[in-house]
């Protein structure tokens, strides 16, 4: 061998590592700390520590409770053990065979959203969520929390039978009883026949349901009011003043070529944020089209991370913003009919320099009223959501209205017809119920799925209004805070047990199918409001005749819906249509465009003084409202920007932290309206100095054994009056304490060592220089390389697609048993998802862009871990796999060590061990349950391969292409994932391997990945990280010889 | 710093496990091989046959009245499971035939009020193994291959091993052409 060639040699195989700070996962990362750099070289970060060794609150949470399979080593005796017992069927349900699933058309409800669902079933019981394809509005995508519900059916907390509270004298203490249904049913009837009843409920997307509650409250005279904390009714005031059409419209993203949010997270929490990222990612995928959003973020959302120009804002300049951009639009640029209109240029003239205080260049401001007028008819302005429920909510949906109206939207991409039906909540009905109790107008108040005790403000006197009405009758599925405080909890079925039907959009028909038999003595709170119709003789015939809710539900369908909707044929081959897909009827494509009363406009008088600080209350997408949280899977979940689990905080700008001379976890009291809330501290990049963001949906106090004390309450941050609810934007003092806290965040393990692992392009770079975008690594091997010549696994995953909504995370963890840690095993680092999102912040700390990457195990054909493991635990299959043999698996974490990548997942302790009953009946049986001591890491869904496989042997026919879905894949809301054979050249995967934006990580180390991704492009002028290899060809270091 | 005397004392803990493994081991295998009727292999059950409920004879319903397996074990061609039948597939005939027999009217008492039967099983994989009766049924391979003369009895026994080198054998047969994946059954 010459020398020169002994020198490349040492030269790949030693590449110089460039330490650069384009892409940075953390401030400490950003500023190249010392310290985080000894973190980053740690494996696993500490060394073992001893189960329960400090019994810490949240470690005491013993959510992990397995079937204690006794695995007692058989001794001295020829009696087997363990002896297992079969229990075959006594009479075999015709649709059931033993190993093979069953499917469900269903839908997931969250209160906001409808999902199109499968419900994945073994030998009775659902095991897993997938998304449903051919449905209109969610077309196969899911969320997190719809992945995650399984998890809620099999809630060790919730109840298994109605249970009575007894109240002393001033309602401060009680006992709780058992109770059987008809001595509750009995006394509740009687208190009803009173009158002066209220029916309090959650958002209600049910047709049948909707119609039942009429039916109850015509029946005994009662009132209905709506309430849930996420409440939309500032978009239908909006509505209802601009064109006197009070509906929340459906929004078409996918048909919009410009989009501008103020502060509405479309993508992660607003309205229908699943529904919006299939429609946003539809007009990313065509860069001869590509759209473009800007987003105005006063928090740093989801939607703000995925925009391509992110500007950040507070509260109280929301309105501002949409002003300037009406000003700059009408008045600068003379568009629109309003053009020369004076009495509107007097009135914006009023507000004085409108682009005053707004952190954004002119020339910016200039450019996006251009490209929305230039892409009239096909761009869209939306605001809304918590983070803009301050003062100006209302006037700022007038402003966006008319932005939307000028640009023609209005019909196009705001639709009138279709409208979304499944949000009634309504902040200020709540407040004239309170108003009502504490004058003792209420006597009977049964409350569905709300909880105000939780999540109202304390100041809107909601509990001590309570304490006035005669009976409060809770019908939910647990003793939470509002179960604490009614005379008769009543349990009901989970989603899963029940039937329904969703109209969450107008037009578009789901079911819901009951897909387990209820596993407690529990019944459909439809079917408990029907009983009390009949026992009390009242209400239309319909409530009183039927006997379950079923037969209600079909009734409605057959005398509503099918002389609509049915096309011929009997009513039962129409339902049983339905039942098989899911669904029926269709989206309207657009409506007529409505006229916009410009006079209101001018009611807005006057923008929002800004003084200090302002609270911005924002949700989560794991968490939600909050409500329903108490899943270990989503309190794991990262959150998508910050990566901090099992915790809520507040975020504040690195200049803010540094001017309150406050570090990462200090403890800071936030005060406002009166209210003091202390929480631990955490600079986010891309955040305004003047806000102080909280999310919500935390703080639970009887939520449940997993959900309770996790984070702080800050629901009461808000105000309620009779206009709605103030959550945002109010000033609030702030005060640094000397306490310390510690956050749980992943993002900091698993450095990727500086090296540039994601690329990322502006659309013009990438149309110019198509084939220089990715820098090709001169690459040299002793080895000759694996044969493939059957399948070769491989998968595709488009960064330019992947919002970061974390849905593959959960979908992962639900297919593969994958268990939960806690948050102190977190901080180790230990951590168990097979699938992470990388989050890599670009740019400055004060103006961070985002790009996300999901990584999992590459599937290396020159894998570095099988190389080292000495017990051959992991090894190559002759497809491609790289393979986890658990049984072989003596735990030396050598593999771990060599993994360029930092996939493989060590069991440091047993934890499917613990997991409680039931939980352990959502265990995927297809998948190995693992114990202590063995390391696992993702197998591209091998069982999932295998099955298909085998189907296609079956049937003697060859494996179609796409026909093997992973559970990452499936759960993708934006296709960003794509999983086939790359041995197949017509298979997607093989197509997307030579499309020019592919690359795999570090190329250089000659690992060869199955996994490929592809890079990122932005539609901006310019980027603020400045790309990946392929540009600046300064940064490559010596170890390169290109 | 450590003492000295936490050394000493880490260092006879590091001790007291391996020794408790190698004597419990010992003993373990001393004993099943002494009083073992089946035979060979520590943890293996070739030979197993316990105690049914009802002394179900597959010599009786294969053997001498030629029963297909597939008429009671229906799901075998299309599941990974050889299902036990359902008490509703006994009782298609003994409704009428033998029902003087007290097995049968145990079983017509169970049907009668929706119960079943607790069987033991026989054949059992640990719970690592993923094996799949319609995958092999359908490339040709005889229940008999795996189980034994079967038809001919009247108290079933484990027939084979079902070790891991029992299955790996028959999988590297170049005539077989089946997987030698890891994951063929570990996952």
């Known amino acids: 061998m010459s020398e020169i060639h002994n020198d490349e040699i040492k030269k790949t195989n030693r590449p110089v590592i460039e330490h650069d700070n384009t892409y940075w996962l953390s401030l400490e990362n950003y500023n190249q700390d010392p310290e985080m750099k000894k973190l980053a070289e740690t494996e696993f970060m500490s060394s073992p520590i001893r189960e329960g060794e400090k019994q810490e609150p949240w470690a005491r949470r013993e959510f992990l409770k397995l079937m204690g399979a006794s695995l007692a080593l058989s001794t001295a005796s020829c009696v087997r053990r363990p002896v297992q017992k079969i229990v075959p069927y006594s009479k075999q349900p015709e649709e059931v065979t033993l190993g093979i699933p069953n499917f469900y058309t269903s839908t997931y409800f969250d209160g906001q959203e409808a999902i199109g669902v499968l419900v994945k079933t073994r030998e009775g019981r659902p095991i897993k969520i997938e998304g449903l394809e051919s449905h209109p509005l969610s077309e196969g995508g899911t969320s997190v929390r719809a992945q995650a519900s399984i998890l809620s059916l099999y809630d ?54 909707k119609a039942l509650v009429s039916d109850f409250c015509e029946g005994f005279k009662a009132k209905h009011v709506s309430w849930e904390p996420f409440s939309y009714e500032d978009i239908k005031k909006g509505q209802e003043l601009s064109y006197k059409n009070p509906v929340v419209p459906f929004y078409r993203f996918d048909k919009a070529k410009m989009i501008v949010s103020i502060d509405a997270d479309f993508l992660g929490t607003w309205l229908m944020p699943t529904v919006f990222t299939k429609q946003f990612s539809k007009t990313r995928k065509d860069f001869a089209k590509m759209s473009r959003m800007v987003a105005f973020d006063s928090q740093y959302s989801l939607t703000g991370a995925n925009s391509d120009i992110r500007v950040r804002i507070k509260p109280s300049q929301q309105l501002q913003v949409a002003l300037a951009l009406i000003n700059e639009l009408v008045f600068v640029q003379n568009k629109s009919i309003y053009a020369g209109n004076a009495k509107l240029k007097s009135w914006i003239g009023s507000f004085g320099n409108l682009a005053e ?73 709540m407040a004239s119920l309170i108003e009502d109790m504490k004058n003792k107008k209420v006597k009977t108040l049964v409350i569905h799925r709300s909880n105000p005790a939780y999540a109202l403000t304390e100041k809107s006197e909601f509990l001590a209004a309570l304490k006035n009405v005669n009976l409060v009758v809770y019908i939910g599925d647990r003793m939470d805070e509002m179960g604490q405080q009614a005379h008769y909890v009543l349990p009901e079925n989970h989603a899963l047990e029940t039937w329904g039907d969703v109209e969450a959009v107008s037009g578009v028909y789901s079911i819901q199918q009951p897909t387990i038999r209820p596993m407690y003595d529990t019944q459909s709170a439809q079917l408990t409001l029907m009983n009390w119709a009949f026992q009390a003789k009242v209400g239309p015939k319909r409530i009183q005749e039927f006997e379950t809710f079923y037969d209600y539900l079909r009734n409605y369908w057959r005398t509503e819906l099918y002389p609509k909707l049915g096309k011929g044929g009997t009513f039962d081959a129409f339902w049983d249509g339905v039942l098989q897909a899911g669904f029926v009827g269709k989206l309207e494509d657009s409506s007529s465009a409505r006229s916009y009363n410009v006079e209101v406009l001018e009611t807005i008088k006057s923008l929002p003084k800004a003084t200090g600080y302002e609270v911005v209350l924002y949700s989560t997408l794991q968490i939600g409202d909050g409500t329903g949280s108490n899943i270990a899977w989503l309190h794991e979940l990262p959150d998508p920007i910050t990566k901090i689990v099992w915790d809520n905080y ?134 000759s390389g694996h044969q493939y010549n059957g399948h070769k696994w491989g998968m595709a995953i488009d960064l330019n697609s992947c919002t970061g909504c974390s849905a593959c995370m959960v979908a992962c963890q639900s297919e593969n048993n994958i ?224 | 710093m450590l003492s000295k005397k936490s050394v000493i004392h880490r260092a006879i ?36 046959s316990p105690e049914q409920p009802v002394p179900f004879s597959h010599e009786m319903h294969v053997g001498k009245h030629g029963m297909q397996c597939q008429y009671c074990h229906n799901q075998v061609e299309r599941s990974k499971h050889a299902n036990i039948p359902s008490l509703q597939t006994c009782m298609n005939c003994h409704l009428q035939v033998r029902t003087d027999s007290p097995y049968i009217q145990k079983m017509r008492e169970a049907y009668d009020n929706g119960k079943s039967m607790e069987w033991t099983r026989v054949h059992m994989l640990p719970d690592h193994v993923m094996f799949n009766h319609s995958a092999h049924l359908n490339k040709g391979v005889n229940c008999q291959t795996c189980h034994g003369p079967i038809e001919t009895m009247a108290k079933v026994y484990q027939y084979s091993d079902l070790s891991m080198g029992w299955c790996i054998n028959c999988h590297r047969q170049p005539e077989n052409k089946a997987p030698l994946n890891c994951t063929t059954c570990h996952h």
């Open chain 1, 650 to 783: 507040v975020l504040v700008s690195l200049a803010t932290a540094n001017k309150l001379k406050a570090k990462e976890g200090q403890i800071i009291e936030v005060e406002t309206n009166s209210v003091k809330l202390e929480l631990p501290l955490h600079i986010q990049p891309g955040l305004h100095d003047d806000v102080m963001a909280v999310a919500v949906g935390y703080g639970r106090t009887h939520g449940g054994q997993v959900t309770n004390g996790i984070g702080k309450n800050a629901y009461n941050l808000a105000a309620l009056d009779k206009k709605g609810i103030l959550g945002t934007g109010s000033v609030a003092k702030v005060t640094v304490t000397e306490k310390k806290y510690e956050l749980a965040q992943t993002q900091t393990h698993h450095s990727m060592e500086g090296r540039q692992i994601v690329i990322e392009a502006t659309l013009k770079e990438y149309q110019n220089k198509k084939d220089h975008l990715i820098h090709k690594h001169p690459i040299w091997s002793y080895w």
């Open chain 1, 357 to 429: 205080g707004l952190l954004l260049e002119p020339a910016l401001l200039k450019e996006v009223a251009k490209d929305l007028w230039e892409n009239k008819g096909e761009s869209l302005v939306v605001a809304g959501g918590m983070q803009a429920h301050s003062e100006t909510a209302v006037a700022l949906q007038l402003a966006v209205n008319f932005l939307n109206s000028i640009l023609e939207n209005d019909g196009k991409t705001v639709l009138s017809k279709p409208t979304i039906l499944s949000v009634q909540s309504s902040h200020s009905e």
């Open chain 1, 156 to 209: 060790p907390d919730r109840l298994t039978s109605p249970k009575k509270n007894l109240f002393n004298e001033k309602r401060t203490n009680k006992d709780t009883i058992g109770v059987k249904w008809e001595e509750a049913d009995k006394a509740i009837v009687e208190e009803l026949k009173k009158g002066d009843v209220v029916l309090l409920t959650g958002n209600y997307s049910s047709p049948a349901t």
């Open chain 1, 819 to 1042: 268990p939960v840690v806690g948050k102190k095993y977190v901080i180790q680092g230990r951590e168990m998802h097979w699938i992470r999102i990388d989050r890599y912040f670009t740019g400055t700390p004060e103006n961070a862009e985002t790009v996300f990457q999901p990584v999992m195990c590459q599937h290396c054909d020159n894998a570095p871990c099988e190389t080292v493991c000495p017990v051959l635990a992991t090894v190559h299959s002759s497809e491609g796999l790289n393979e986890m043999v658990y049984n072989r698996c003596v735990g030396t974490r050598y593999c771990s060590n060599n993994c360029p990548y930092k996939v493989r997942r060590f069991n440091w302790f047993h934890w499917t061990k613990k997991i409680e009953k039931p939980l352990h009946m959502a265990l995927n049986p297809d998948v190995t349950v693992r114990m202590r001591g063995v390391m696992e890491k993702c197998t591209f869904c091998v069982q999932r391969i295998k099955e298909g496989k085998n189907k296609a042997k079956l049937e003697k026919r060859p494996l179609k292409d796409g026909e093997i879905k992973t559970a990452c894949q499936t759960s993708c809301p934006t296709n960003a994932i794509v999983f086939g054979d790359m041995n197949d050249a017509d298979s997607q995967v093989s197509k997307l391997f030579k499309n020019e934006r592919t690359y795999a990580l570090l190329e250089e180390l000659n690992a060869k990945p199955a996994v490929h991704y592809q890079a990122k492009v932005r539609n901006t002028a310019d980027l603020k990280g400045g790309g990946g290899h392929g540009h600046g060809e300064a940064a490559h270091g010596e170890g390169h010889n290109s």
């Open chain 2, 13 to 48: 803990k590091g001790l007291i496990g391996p020794l408790v493994l190698v004597i419990a081991t010992s003993l373990t295998a001393t004993f099943s091989l002494m009083g073992c009727k089946f035979q060979p292999g520590f943890g293996y059950n070739k030979g197993y």
